[in-house]
């Protein structure tokens, strides 16, 4: 994970501006038009993929992802502790 400053649409043709989101680019949490700064995640990159698993988000957007993750993992971990299940 890394936090980006950007000038949307900024040339990609360098190292410095590889990470730097397309002109419109959206974010991942919320599909709104990005702003600087953001946040970039690089996963997995299929062979022959310009950008891959590239996902950029809005700070706050990655707290509502984080908290939202979080939740899924304890409810798969403790299937009865959530609302309305078995006990």
Request: glycine share 10%.
């Amino acid at each position: 994970m890394s936090i980006h400053h950007f000038e949307l649409g900024a040339p990609r043709n360098t190292i410095e501006t590889a990470f730097h989101p397309r002109k419109y680019e959206c974010c991942f949490v919320c599909g709104n038009e990005l702003t600087s700064p953001a946040v970039c995640w690089a996963g997995f990159a299929q062979l022959g993929s310009d950008q891959g698993g590239t996902i950029w988000l809005h700070p706050e957007c990655v707290v509502k992802l984080a908290y939202a993750t979080l939740r899924d993992v304890d409810e798969i971990n403790n299937p009865h502790s959530g609302q309305g299940g078995p006990a």
